[in-house]
């Protein structure tokens, strides 16, 4: 992570309460700055449009689970337009990097519980999706609660040993809970992808190092418009890693696109894919162009 505003940083903002693996994912990623818990997306978002912390980390992905937050809700508060889309720019958010944390969840209990006395499991609903296995097999009731680390505060509160929490090992520590089985994520490549957030742009140099684009657009209303709208990425060698499309206003006609590339858009590949790709769009809007994680050079 070699951002100016990154290395500089003093605060960054997370969803969820301490010992969450947003926690753990901006000690990961950001070292140097104090982490401050913040209880929703939006407010951790907030806390760096209204000046409260220098940055956002806030989960978009998880390779178990899927789509974590609402990309495309949070998406169109970020950016620079490129076309079509009018934005206060006092106000825009932009993505300054990534970050990918191993989630290994532990199934926590209180002092004293037995694992076959458990009956309910108390955690975030993207956690709780990420550990199937483990509540099939123990017959367990699941319940969903607004974060992990405070599903485990919850139930060192409640004393009940018949309640669990799925969270982390340090929200154990932190609530004085005991691991009663752990690991309980149904794959070992658990992996949740983060995107650090920031209130300017901090594009990294065009120097042949990699990079990942991420944008908005939505296509023209022709036949063919998301087709041809795409094929300047394939002509041109640019290798698209994410896609997803959202509806708009509550129609079906109305789709708008999300996506992610591999290169720096002043590079002339991919400069001449995203000009092809707006003249067949009616809006796009730069969300990001930030250094790619290492990881990606390790995944499956």
């Not at 002509?235 to 290169?263: H, P, R």
């Amino acid at each position: 992570m070699n951002g100016t505003l990154i290395s500089r940083a003093k605060t960054v903002a997370f969803q969820g309460e301490p010992g969450a693996y947003a926690n753990l994912a901006a000690r990961e990623a950001l070292p140097h700055a104090e982490a401050v818990p913040r209880p929703t997306f939006e407010a951790a978002l907030d806390a760096v449009r209204n000046g409260e912390t220098d940055l956002a980390v806030i989960p978009v992905e998880n390779s178990v689970y899927g789509r974590i937050a609402d990309v495309h809700f949070l998406a169109r508060q970020f950016g620079r337009p490129i076309k079509g889309y009018t934005k206060d720019g006092e106000n825009s958010l932009f993505i300054l990097g990534e970050h990918f944390h191993r989630v290994r969840h532990q199934l926590l209990g209180i002092k004293g519980a037995k694992l076959a006395g458990v009956k309910t499991v108390y955690s975030q609903g993207p956690a709780l999706g990420q550990c199937r296995n483990v509540i099939k097999e123990l017959h367990l009731a699941d319940k969903q609660w607004s974060d992990t680390a405070g599903a485990a505060r919850h139930i060192a509160e409640k004393g009940d040993p018949t309640s669990a929490a799925i969270a982390s090992k340090l929200a154990a520590e932190i609530y004085g809970l005991e691991i009663l089985k752990p690991d309980v994520e149904d794959a070992p490549h658990n992996m949740t992808r983060f995107l650090i957030v920031g209130g300017e742009p901090d594009d990294p140099p065009n120097d042949g190092k990699p990079v990942i684009t991420t944008f908005l657009f939505a296509v023209r209303n022709v036949p063919a418009a998301l087709y041809k709208a795409l094929g300047g990425f394939a002509t041109n060698g640019v290798n698209m890693t994410k896609l997803e499309s959202y509806q708009l206003g509550g129609s079906f006609n109305a789709t708008e696109f999300y996506a992610d590339v591999e290169g720096h858009p002043d590079s002339r590949l991919v400069r001449l894919a995203l000009e092809e790709l707006s003249f067949f769009s009616s809006r796009v809007i730069m969300l990001g162009i930030y250094p790619a994680h290492p990881y990606r050079n390790e995944m499956p």
